[in-house]
């Protein structure tokens, strides 16, 4: 196994490699972590990393690999000090799989490796094998977004046996917020991953009886609302619907709605207003969401897919790109479709719903 340390002691460093050497690895080492992050593009099979160094401490080394699309995955275990707790929770946060604490023994370092790679290699297994099964695209690299909260979750709840006699109160409180939040990231993923296979089944299957016809301004306000919440950005959002009814089911629409406003705070600044209209046009319904936010080029409006998410390399996205596929696939099983285009002066972006009703 090709393992990377990271670490700025020479002393725990050169201990460390010879550790991993004399159990048969190869080992590349970096004193900093601007060269660890160079020598992780290389894509090693596992990373031990220092939480406290100058320049770039540990936290800061763990985001900019987890930004590498080949190193999104690798395991990642950090050597810190027992005291450090408020950085294991914010590392957890950011992807880490483990700690180790200093000094460590052989039997520590040992046992890391098999963990990680027990625990995080049939999870991957899985993964392809779901990718082929399905034959979607992997571009948005949504096997590391399932991961991730998992090591939140999974970390958080070794740290608690680890110190089962002697957590505080307070320490307690922070480490379950911490598996809560993981936990609840997980649910949405799933859901949405859930979601977008039903609609998906829906739209293979033979015709079958319409459901009730959808109230679209309730279902515009409901799906519309729920967003603004959870984005913090209630102020920032308008919704004016005209009265109509859509081929469609209630909760489908409105979490379609709730896919695209959501993305349309996501990339929008706080102020910066988020619209919903709706309209009958004959025997046609519109529903249109207008943002201010960075918009997509006309490249990307064509190429919009499960899956795929467009400007990782220009800003930190989490999620599995399925917003859109959703909110796509939503109106295609009414007898309707989605189209994406550029706002006025090709600023933000322009959702519509073109939707059989009136």
């Known amino acids: 196994m090709n393992i990377l340390i990271i670490e700025d002691e020479s002393e725990v460093r050169h201990t460390l490699q010879d550790l991993l050497e004399l159990n048969g690895h190869t080992v590349l080492a970096a004193a900093d972590g601007r060269t660890g992050i160079e020598l992780a593009a290389g894509r090693p099979d596992f990373i031990f990393c220092d939480m406290m160094m100058p320049g770039m401490d540990g936290d800061e080394v763990i985001a900019a690999i987890r930004q590498l699309p080949q190193c999104r995955d690798l395991p990642f275990v950090f050597l810190t000090a027992l005291a450090d707790r408020a950085d294991q929770r914010l590392g957890m946060s950011l992807g880490a799989d483990d700690y180790i604490t200093k000094p460590f023994t052989e039997r520590d370092i040992v046992d890391a490796i098999a963990a990680r790679v027990r625990r995080q290699q049939p999870l991957r297994e899985r993964i392809e094998e779901l990718v082929v099964a399905h034959r979607t695209e992997i571009a948005a690299h949504w096997s590391h977004e399932l991961m991730t909260p998992l090591n939140g979750i999974l970390g958080g709840l070794e740290l608690l046996e680890s110190k089962a006699g002697s957590i505080d109160p307070d320490e307690l409180a922070k480490l379950l917020r911490l598996i809560r939040t993981g936990a609840e990231r997980q649910y949405a993923l799933a859901r949405k ?10 739209k293979a299957a ?3 009886a319409q459901p009730s016809p959808c109230n679209v301004a309730a279902a515009a306000g ?3 609302l729920r967003a603004a919440e959870e984005a913090m950005r209630a102020p920032d ?3 004016r619907c005209d009265p109509g009814f859509v081929p469609v089911a209630q909760e489908h629409l409105a979490t379609a709605i709730a896919e695209v406003v959501g993305n349309a705070f996501r990339f929008s600044r706080a102020g910066q207003p988020v619209v919903v209209t709706g309209s009958s046009r004959g025997a046609r319904y519109l529903i249109e969401i207008a943002d201010q936010g960075p918009g997509m080029t006309a490249e990307e409006r064509a190429g919009f897919n499960a899956f795929v998410q467009f400007g990782r ?3 930190e996205q989490q999620g599995l790109g399925l917003g ?4 796509r696939g939503v109106a295609e099983i009414s007898g309707g479709h989605l189209s994406l285009s550029a706002g006025p002066g090709e600023r933000g972006l322009h959702v519509t719903f073109d939707l059989p009703g009136g």
């Open 193 to 202: 991953l859930v979601l977008f296979f039903e609609l998906e089944q829906i």
């Open 206 to 208: 033979p015709p079958r």
């Open 222 to 224: 409901a799906g519309g």
């Open 237 to 239: 959002l308008t919704v």
């Open 313 to 315: 390399d220009r800003r």
């Open 324 to 327: 859109l596929a959703i909110a």
